[in-house]
């Protein structure tokens, strides 16, 4: 199941993930919901039963550069494909359950390889997504269609920051007096 197309609409941030090098986060949105495709993927089911971990919906990961963790089938894809290396593998770097990445800090120190993943249970997650050059190659790439690259979606991570100022048309925000 792809990520909505209207995304980040009827969703809420449960969460951030920091990248303590960049002195940045990004919002984690939810509900998940439990009929993505990673819930469907037989690989993914095997990597969680595994682990003894339990599969939970997890919501959806970054903002502007959105990943669907509950369709996200640790393939890799958007890994290789991105020029600039927004993604990591968070299992890479802190080897917890995704449902325990929620509300962490990360130096943005996980590998950026397609294969290094831990497992099918790992998660590409947009630790760099203010370095995003809006290519679209991660989308494009994406089995799962689980990616939604989006410069649009900066007022809603905006105003779930309490940052968000409405400039009105016409008036220059830079100007001085």
Known sequence: MPIAENFPEGLKPIGKITNTNAESFHWVWGPGKSDGEAFKNEDVKKAYAARG???????????????DWDSCVADGACIEACPVQVFQWFRTEKDIPAKDAIDQS??????????????????????RESDCIWCMACVSVCPPQAIKVDQGNLEAHEKAAGTYVKIESGTNPHAHD
């Open 106 to 127: 990360f130096e943005g120190t996980g590998s950026s390889a397609k294969d290094e993943r831990k497992d099918y249970t790992d998660k590409a997650d947009p630790i």
């Open 53 to 67: 971990e339990e599969q939970v919906p997890l919501g959806v990961s970054g903002t502007m550069v959105a990943v």
